[in-house]
């Protein structure tokens, strides 16, 4: 089959490789027909995150049609139009029985080698490095998916397979984030960064009650499509102080969430703190540039609760435990719980309570897949989210 | 019998397993299931009710053999056994399991005694690789969970564009 291969840092090729076939009961093989590329891609792409290897296939954003099953999967059989969530789950650990699938102490095979870094592992996803259970990934025309009863949903009838490849990753991973607020009504809520993620976490925030919306990224088409699509006033943190401003903005209250979807890459806000973290994240003394967590602690309200669905891997320096602390923050954070909200986010989309397809500006066929992380990565032709067309 | 000065290297890890200690006993005692989850195990035969015959893929040792005879047997508590005749891995071991409070399941304590030569260095190189007695003890609860859970060994078993490293074929039978 054809699959998209991690090279090196900024090097994606789509090369031949050797078909998956079952090797355990619960697993289903998908003819992968629709994918995406991830802002997490965008991390294997840059080289930040580690274990990776040469070869390895990438992608986790799965929709498809159940090519075979195995002996002991119950939910699906061959011909069924599926949505995998990106993170494995075994439904049957003490996390999984909780919901809290990305957690699970069983999907990841290389359990021996995360555990040094994480002390208890965490759960497999697909195509995303060695330590997250080297699982071939989804950038591919065929993928293995195991424990297919859990992670795998039938599409229902009227939801488009470019409505479902938002639902495996993107749109949980933003619901997730307006979830963890926990959201009573009437809050405001302040999103850093534009992208997919971020614009689903405006859109659930607000599905969830959150009365206010802001967004802050740098990218005006981005910040244009917060505002359109998410009714979300915005801040372009390259012209404005955001602290101050989100400060004026409350009326001295300050907001009652403050949400990260960037992650480990984020751009520097404040020259100094910026140049700092690139310098360390470019000689490897901190892995992960924290200038967003850092912001979002600064301008949150007392008592109130920050949410970090970006992704960080290893360490950051120079977090303001005083200001936390002493404001009495509340954290939450985490790679997204798939299995908990797909089916929910199905029935959103069935009601007309939401388009997840509203993010998929450019699109590209497997070939071009090292082309669409260019467009995706440089941000041209106004990118939010690619969609890749399979077969 | 092995002395602990010839087995200078024990690792003692634990885990927690929801299911009964009878069942994961069980389990552990019958090494048609063990070969299943025992890390690196390729094949093994049965010789008689305490003694099996193991050919096993272990990491920075390639494809060795040992017999493993049962030294205490104490039915849904514990196991140890040491080994004869090995061409390499040769250890001594013992699995325990205690109810988990709270509904939790079982607890399983294993503890491996292997030979490591070269004092510090050689534990240091070990290490390095990746692959230490540690990861064996800890990857073997690991798989010994995700069989007793979920019914089946998780594993990435699948294709990539990564150059082939050459493997060693173990016996017949899948290596973990
Ligand atoms: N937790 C999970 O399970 C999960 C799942 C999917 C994605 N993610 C993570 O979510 C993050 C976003 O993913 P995406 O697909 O939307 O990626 P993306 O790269 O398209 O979006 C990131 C956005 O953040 C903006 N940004 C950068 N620095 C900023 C700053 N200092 N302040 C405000 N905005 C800033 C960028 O301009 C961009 O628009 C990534 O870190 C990704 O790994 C997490
Ligand atoms: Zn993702
Ligand atoms: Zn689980």
């Avoid at chain 2, 090995?86 to 509904?103: L, Q, R």
Wanted: proline share 4%; charged share 20%; glycine share 10%.
């Amino acid at each position: 089959m054809r699959a998209a291969c991690w090279q090196d840092k900024h090097t994606v090729e789509v090369r031949n490789v050797p078909d998956p076939e079952i090797v355990n009961p619960h697993d289903i093989i998908l003819k992968v027909t629709h994918t995406t590329i991830c802002g997490s891609d965008l991390h294997l792409y840059d080289g930040v995150v580690p274990g990776m290897s040469k070869g390895d296939i990438i992608g986790h954003e799965p929709v498809g049609e159940v090519e075979e099953a195995g002996s002991a999967v119950g939910k699906h059989k061959v011909g069924d139009r599926v949505a995998v969530s990106s993170v494995i789950g075994c439904g049957r650990c003490f996390y999984c029985r909780n919901q809290e699938f990305s957690m699970c102490d069983n999907s990841n095979p290389n359990a021996w080698m995360q555990e040094k870094v994480y002390t208890y592992p965490t759960a497999g996803i697909f195509g995303y490095s060695h330590l997250f259970g080297g699982y071939p990934g989804a950038q591919a025309e065929y993928l293995r998916v195991p424990y297919a009863d859990v992670g795998a949903f039938s599409i229902p009838e009227g939801i488009s397979s470019e409505q479902a490849v938002c639902i495996t990753d993107a749109f949980p991973t933003g619901f997730m984030g307006a979830d963890l607020c926990g959201l009573k009504g009437g809050e405001t809520v302040v999103v850093w960064g534009a992208g997919p993620v971020g614009l689903f976490v405006m859109k659930s925030a607000r599905l969830l009650g959150a009365e206010r919306v802001i967004a802050v990224d740098n990218i005006p088409y981005r910040l244009e499509t917060a505002r359109e699509q998410c009714g979300a006033e915005t801040l372009d943190f390259t012209e404005t102080g955001v602290t101050d401003t989100l400060r004026e903005m409350t009326a001295g209250r300050g907001p009652d969430c403050c949400i990260d979807a960037c992650g480990m890459e984020a751009h520097g806000t404040n020259a100094f703190v910026g140049a700092y973290d690139a310098v360390k994240q470019a000689v490897m003394l901190e892995n992960d540039r924290g200038h967003v967590v850092r912001q979002m602690i600064e301008a949150c309200r007392k008592g109130g609760t920050i949410v970090i669905m970006g992704v960080y891997s290893l360490f950051v320096d120079k977090f303001p435990l005083g200001a936390a602390f002493n404001k009495g923050l509340t954290f939450r954070m985490g790679q997204m719980h798939g299995p908990k909200y797909i089916q929910r986010l199905f029935d959103y989309t069935l009601q007309g309570k939401i388009d997840p397809s509203f993010c998929l500006t450019n699109k590209f066929l497997l070939n071009e897949i090292p082309h669409a992380y260019e467009v995706f990565k440089k941000r041209t032709d106004n990118c939010v989210k690619v969609l890749v067309k399979v077969s | 019998m092995a002395s602990r000065h010839r087995y200078n290297v024990c690792t003692k890890r634990s885990i927690t397993i929801h299911k009964s200690p009878e069942e994961l006993y069980h389990a552990w005692r019958d090494p048609g299931k063990l070969v299943n989850f025992l890390s690196g195990a390729a094949e093994v035969s049965v010789l008689d009710d305490r003694r099996s015959l193991w050919i096993s893929d272990i990491p920075g040792k390639g494809c060795v053999s040992w017999e493993a005879e049962i030294i205490t047997d104490r039915t849904d508590k514990s196991l140890s056994w040491r080994t004869v005749n090995t061409t390499g891995f040769g250890h001594t071991g013992s699995v325990h399991f205690a109810a988990a409070p709270n509904s939790l399941g079982t607890e399983v304590g294993l503890e491996v005694c292997t030979r490591i030569t070269g004092g510090r260095l050689g534990k240091a190189v070990a290490k390095m690789l990746g692959r230490s007695p540690e990861d064996y003890v800890s990857q073997t609860l690991h798989n010994f969970k995700q069989l007793m859970e979920t019914g089946e060994v998780a594993t990435n078993k699948g294709p990539s564009g990564r150059e082939k490293a050459p493997v060693e074929q173990c016996g017949q039978g899948g290596a973990l």
